[in-house]
């Protein structure tokens, strides 16, 4: 049959003209446009469709703005076809917030647009869709998070070199572009690659021109006419074709630099990102459903180098458009700049607090740059209804975010380049139909890296220079759309900026000589100081003061109690200090701590502002705060450490597990000589961790250690000369280098380390179920009275009880061990009372401390003999009140000497030995009133429950299992080293198994 049809097909064929064949295949292929446009039912209206291309609009027109028509015609919801690209445009605040942040799930996909699908085929950070997104940002965004901690000295340093790069062109008319590329470009590939580039490296410079001249090709009429027509514009020529080749280029570079990691890679080091990326190939090598495999990190490297560079350079090129532009404009900024920075420092982003002027520049520099004006397309993941009309699933939705940020309903004059739009009052404020870097799950990951280099890299820029028109040249906001809205190519001149700006100061100084000038200024700081130093009438006494620095000459950082009881024996029990510009009253003796703690205690209730305290926690958390606030955040403690300790798994179950781990570890040492501090350390810090997280954490996670090893730095660069003298004189200690730098730096990471806890918390919340202390805290915050706890408060308060629960405890246990290692036969008095009451077979639990009287008065004598908090915590008095017959005044630091209490000859019969006798009376514990190593009062350490406990626990559970003992041919020493805590030097001992 087939075969006696195919003749008469054969036979018809011929019989047809050629002009009727293509009106038949032109027909047929007008239908199926015809079907394959047609808009679904209640689909959004747009512009009449023409057969094959679809949409026509003003192609001399930059598309952004025909959307803008377009939407004043049909409403803040449209669509249009380009080719075989369909589009559902979206304007106006409240409808782009609808698609990204309510209904962001639905719309958490990107869809195909063939030019980056040919590039990146799915992967990547920009282009891939559902478990391989996810995956891939999750990664990035931990891992940038922990790369770029210090990411803030890396734009410091290399806003140094952009300096000395424009400098180079001695105020001459110069084109930024390249300069400013690179600058911003050496942050990633540093952070990415593990390096920057010289500016004048030719491999580098090429590099960034092809991915100058990628970007532009994508954003072009011929780029956009390829997504239109993939299949016909593929394999014609043209200018597009250049994209591939470029791109080919860029990933020979990348693939180069990822094998060089290869080479070197290690596995117990963290290094940049592709280091973080093969360790984590490695990590799930023969996992079938991970896609960490190399071609995903040469797409995601991509994709950093190209957002981390080209967008925020051409917001950087746009700020110095517009001050050249509005030079008035660019003068407040400067005279901002000099208040609050001045010339000698380079700004950091703290500075972006107290400088609304700039914050508020910046961000009238990304309204009006307008750099991304569609945004990044979307695509629906399931049909969805958005403003009524229905959306099935694999929509393409595009979001018009130059509708919102020149929406004439919400800024003032949207058209003009006005910093008014985010000023309230002289301060800074927030306008949310602010959104540069997009919206929801699918914003910018690198946000808080590129305000940090928005705001340094402008504020250097113009704290050194003032940019100019050139003479000759014609000032111009003309733009060219690459994936970017960027200024067409300009000249600027940057004239170096000099103190010679002022000409009669100048005068004045070169008038008088140098030796009147010191004189003067001599005599007025000693009048100045002495007025400032007068004692009020009825002061307590204090030695003699010297000019400026006070009392310095009795600063002994080495042995400071020995300093007091020296100045006790010649004033008494109170007498007054200065040091610096800080006046403190010392009190001393059981009496009158008491008095000023407990029967005077609401009038010392306050804490004093410690200069490098203020500088890390502004007066926040438990330990600095005042007034309200502290009690609100104490109380809430209190009732939350309470609802921890009563739950399934009490703290006593906590302290014994870890008791369990650290036994363990000491046990690995076999007996031989090691440093028990850090073990110490972990397994203390574990059981506040396991209230505060909801953790433990594993002795060898590299985390936790650096945690550790930065709160260890810190404890002990607080008892450093230099972090003593910023709390003296911090005005000027500030701008100099030493210790108290890397105090702050300390600081900062371990911040970090908590902030990423609480975003984490805040990820999988569950407001009906508390698992720990950030979650208690989170649930409290939302409620309607809940106002001074917010989130800078709770990173505040978790970093007190973090410090406080390990520090102290800690530090007690490591002297415990020592005291036994010298006084052997107390260690076996002790083991004696152990194997008596709990012997060998169960662990340690806190019931068994009331039948062990000997072991607590010795561990009540470790805590008095050690005396780790000498001279307590200061306070301040909040209202004038007399004090053993002295005036003191409002504002008094006072500083109660636990160390006269605790070694008080009248209260102790061997005060100055290790007598756990103190404690037993007739073979029984007996409390004495002079023992306060948790202060008294109502600002006692809130954790003594918890400290007890785990000193008990921890104590008896290693004199259980070991005998302490000094390794041979080792002399032990009680010597200690100031910090926040006198601890012991570090030391060696044996643990032997009993």
């Excluded at 970007?215 to 006419?225: A, D, N, T």
């Excluded at 559970?957 to 570090?986: E, R």
């Amino acid at each position: 049959m087939e075969l006696q049809l195919w003749p008469v097909l054969v036979y018809l064929l011929e019989k047809l003209k050629s002009w009727m064949l293509l009106v038949i295949l032109v027909t047929f292929l007008l239908i199926i446009d015809f079907v394959r446009k047609r808009r679904p039912r209640n689909f959004p209206p747009g512009p009449q469709l023409f057969p094959f291309v679809g949409t026509i609009v003003d192609l001399r027109q930059p598309l952004h703005l025909e959307m803008q028509k377009l939407s004043a015609r049909y409403g803040n919801i449209f669509s249009v076809q380009f080719g075989s690209l369909t589009f559902v445009v979206v304007s106006g605040y409240q409808m782009v917030r609808e698609a990204l942040v309510h209904q962001a799930e639905i719309f958490a996909d990107r869809p195909n647009i063939p030019l980056l699908q040919e590039i990146f085929r799915g992967f990547g950070l920009i282009s891939s869709n559902g478990h391989i997104w996810r995956q891939q940002r999750k990664f990035a965004s931990a891992t940038l998070k922990s790369i770029a901690v210090s990411f803030e000295e890396k734009v410091q340093e290399e806003s140094r070199y952009l300096v000395e790069a424009i400098e180079e062109e001695k105020g001459q008319p110069f084109d930024p572009h390249y300069k400013i590329n690179s600058a911003v470009s050496n942050i990633i590939c540093s952070i990415t690659f593990g390096n920057r580039f010289d500016y004048h490296d030719n491999n580098f410079q090429e590099l960034l021109h092809l991915l100058a001249e990628t970007l532009l090709l994508i954003g072009s009429f011929w780029g956009q006419l390829y997504n239109a027509f993939p299949l016909i514009m593929r394999w014609l020529p043209g200018p597009f074709q250049k994209i591939f080749r470029h791109w080919e280029k860029l990933q020979h570079f990348v693939k180069g630099v990822i094998a060089k990691h290869k080479e070197e890679l290690d596995q117990s080091e963290s290094g940049d990102y592709i280091h973080c990326y093969l360790k984590e190939i490695e990590k799930f090598k023969g996992d079938t459903s991970s896609y960490f495999h190399e071609e995903n990190l040469l797409c995601c490297t991509l994709d950093l180098f190209l957002t981390g560079t080209e967008t925020t350079a051409t917001a950087i090129r746009w700020a110095l458009l517009y001050m050249a532009a509005y030079p008035h404009i660019q003068e407040k900024v400067q005279l901002e700049i000099d208040a609050v920075i001045g010339q000698c420092r380079q700004p950091t982003v703290e500075d972006k607090e107290h400088m609304p002027y700039t914050s508020a520049v910046l961000s009238e520099v990304l309204r009006m740059g307008n750099i991304v004006p569609l945004g990044v397309p979307r695509m629906s993941t399931s049909d969805t209804t958005l403003a009524g009309f229905h959306l099935p699933k694999g929509t393409t939705v595009m979001t018009s975010l130059t509708s919102i940020m020149f929406d004439k309903n919400v800024w003032e004059t949207p058209d003009t380049f006005n910093p008014e739009h985010f000023l309230e009052n002289g301060q800074y404020r927030r306008r949310e139909a602010f959104l540069p870097f997009s919206a929801g799950k699918r914003a910018c990951p690198g946000e808080q890296l590129a305000r940090t280099e928005l705001f340094i890299f402008f504020t250097t820029l113009l704290q050194k220079f003032t940019f100019q028109v050139p003479a000759s040249a014609k000032l111009s906001f003309a733009f060219m759309l690459s994936l970017t809205r960027c200024p067409k190519p300009f000249q600027l001149c940057a004239l170096p900026r000099c103190s010679s700006q002022l000409p009669m100061l100048r005068f004045l100084w070169d008038s008088i000589s140098f030796q009147v000038l010191f004189i003067f200024l001599f005599v007025f700081l000693l009048v100045a100081d002495y007025m400032k130093r007068r004692k009020p009438k009825d002061f307590p006494p204090s030695p003699f003061s010297f000019p400026f620095v006070g009392n310095m000459q009795f600063l002994n950082l080495r042995d400071p109690q020995a300093t007091m009881q020296k100045l006790i024996d010649k004033y008494g029990n109170i007498f007054s200090m200065e040091t610096g510009r800080q006046r403190s009253v010392v009190v001393n003796g059981l009496q009158l701590v008491k008095e000023v703690l407990v029967t005077q205690g609401d009038n010392f209730l306050d804490r004093p502002e410690v200069p490098i305290d203020a500088e890390i926690f502004s007066s926040l958390g438990l330990i600095s705060s005042n007034g309200h606030l502290w009690k609100q955040q104490r109380r809430f403690t209190l009732t939350t450490f309470r609802n921890f300790g009563l739950g399934k798994r009490s703290l006593e179950e906590r302290i014994q597990e870890e008791c369990r781990f650290l036994a363990d570890v000491f046990r690995e040492e076999q007996g031989n000589p090691f440093n028990p501090h850090f073990k110490i350390n972990n397994a203390v810090s574990n059981v506040i961790c396991s209230i505060i997280f909801g953790n433990r954490f594993e002795y060898h996670d590299e985390k936790y250690q650096k945690l550790l090893q930065l709160m260890e730095d810190t404890v002990r660069l607080h008892g450093t000369i230099m972090s003593q003298l910023y709390n003296f004189f911090p005005t000027i200690v500030k701008y100099l280098p030493g210790s108290h730098q890397n105090i702050f730096r300390n600081w900062k990471l371990m911040k970090s380390f908590v902030i990423e806890k609480i975003n984490k918390h805040k990820e999988d919340w569950n407001p009906s179920e508390s698992r720990d202390f950030i979650d208690s805290y989170l649930e409290e915050m939302a409620k309607p009275n809940g106002s001074n706890l917010r989130e800078e408060n709770l990173v505040a308060c978790t970093l007190d009880l973090l410090f406080a629960g390990t520090e102290t405890t800690s530090t007690t246990i490591r002297w415990a061990l020592l005291y036994m290692a010298m006084y052997p036969e107390i260690q076996a008095r002790v083991q004696a009372e152990i194997d008596a009451v709990i012997g060998q077979s169960r662990q340690p639990a806190l019931e068994d401390r009331n039948k062990m009287p000997y072991t607590n008065a010795v561990i009540h004598e470790v805590q008095r003999k050690s005396n780790i908090i000498p001279f307590n915590v200061p306070r301040l008095t909040v209202k004038d009140t007399v004090l053993a017959g002295f005036c003191v005044p409002k504002g008094t630091v006072m500083i109660p000497n636990l160390t006269s209490v605790m070694f008080d000859k009248e209260e102790w019969e061997t005060p100055d030995t290790f007598n756990p006798e103190h404690f037993l009376k007739d073979g029984q514990f007996r409390k004495r009133e002079a023992f306060m190593p948790f202060s008294i009062g109502k600002r006692a350490c809130l954790g003594e429950l918890l400290a007890r406990t785990e000193l008990f626990l921890f104590f008896t559970t290693l004199l259980q299992k070991f005998t302490i003992q000094a390794p041979p041919d080792t002399t032990l020493s009680l010597q200690f080293k100031l910090g926040i805590t006198l601890a012991p030097h570090p030391y060696k001992i044996c643990a032997v198994p009993r």
